[in-house]
């Protein structure tokens, strides 16, 4: 490997000047490789300057993050194995490497393509939240023992990345202490929750106490195991029902999935302690569906039966919306992942406002209206409250 010295001398030299910019691989061998380029660029993670390697194959992208040094071993070990082209962006010049089928090294140097050092920060909504080497994504099976992405958990892993890119913007604008106490009510097997904890004490530098609440005890006990095996001290599920879990204070309360009412028992325990931030993505949408059973209606969106599960499904998360502004929320309601990975892609959020101008009377004379027009005499959660007060 000492003939391809050259390269990684060069490199280096670019590093230690502070004038690298990027480095590409290209030309795999054989040409029918799955793993297609590689592009190498400086990030600073923690104080720390690495190397972020991604890897571009035929169907996806990874990214990894190395030091220098380990970067300058994989390096050499890729060109012996895997690629024979090697392109070096720096300010100072073009340097581009050719290795022929026999192992011989050719190289020329040219004019920068780069005058000044890119702005990276663009990429920044791209870059994974949920970082390939965390452990609790190999003990939940989306990462095998290697850190690489299992291919039927890609997915899964977009909608986690996704989640963690949504949750990062509300923190960022929420009114939140150092030290906060968080739900995730319907917690699963707790692939958003794992995520989510993670995400807010490692990179965002929150002292978190956390809970999955969760009725099923088996998932319970494996979230518990998974926990205690990656070291979240903070992190605990229970195996209860929604409506029956105490806490004392909640400043962010997370709901996604939680089936029809369930999600309305998240919605008003959230309320009912003043959480901060409300985030929920609702799903089977039943409650108002039943109530119109047997009355006639002059609506012909309620004509046909699909077009009747859609409506009622919007007039459900219409009511809860507005029953959140009117509890002095800002509520969003917005797409959380594409249709093409599930119908249920609804996220809705609700940001405590604390100079609410609410108009109350409004607020309730549209959900008195939209309930007449639909045949509908209470919604759950409005129920709830008016119980509770």
Known sequence: MEKWNEIIESWESYVKDQNFVKLTLSKPFPKSSELQ???????????????????????????????????????????????????IFSLKEDA???????????????????????DFSNDRSKEKRAEQ???????????????????????????INKYLEIIEGLVKHSKLPKKIKVVDMGSGKGYLSFALYDFLTRQ??????MYGVELRTELVDLCN??????????LNFVAQRIENF?????????????CDTATDDALFTGIQKNANLIVCAPCCHKQLRQQSKGKSTDNP?????????????????????????????????????????????????GMKSVNSNADSEALEAKIEE????????????????????
């Open 96 to 118: 581009q490497f050719l290795i022929s089928k026999k192992g011989k090294l050719s190289s020329r140097r040219q004019a920068a393509t780069f005058k000044n050092m890119p």
């Open 133 to 159: 080497q965390a452990p609790y994504l190999y003990h939940l099976g989306i990462m095998d023992a290697n850190g690489d992405l299992i291919p039927k958990m890609a997915d899964k892993y977009r909608q």
């Open 225 to 234: 195991d998974i926990s205690k095996t990656c070291g979240f001290e903070g």
């Open 246 to 258: 105490e806490i004392d204070k909640i400043d962010i309360l997370i709901a996604l999935h939680a």
């Open 204 to 209: 965002k530098g929150f002292e978190v106490e």
């Open 37 to 87: 380029n590689i592009y190498i660029r400086t990030v600073r993670i923690k104080g720390e300057d690495l190397m972020q390697w991604t890897y571009r194959y035929q169907t996806r992208d990874e990214t990894k993050n190395y030091d220098f040094e380990t970067s300058k071993t994989n390096l050499l070990d890729l060109l012996y194995h895997d690629f024979r082209a090697v392109t």
């Open 301 to 349: 969106m309620l004509k046909h039966g699909i077009f009747k599960e859609r409506a009622y499904e919007m007039l459900t998360d219409t009511l809860r919306g507005l029953i959140l502004e009117k509890e002095a929320y800002k509520t969003k309601i917005f797409e959380f992942v594409s249709n093409e990975h599930t119908r249920k892609n609804i996220m809705m959020v």
């Open 370 to 389: 939209l309930k007449h027009e639909y045949n509908v005499d209470s919604q759950y959660l409005e129920q709830k409250l008016k119980e509770a007060n």
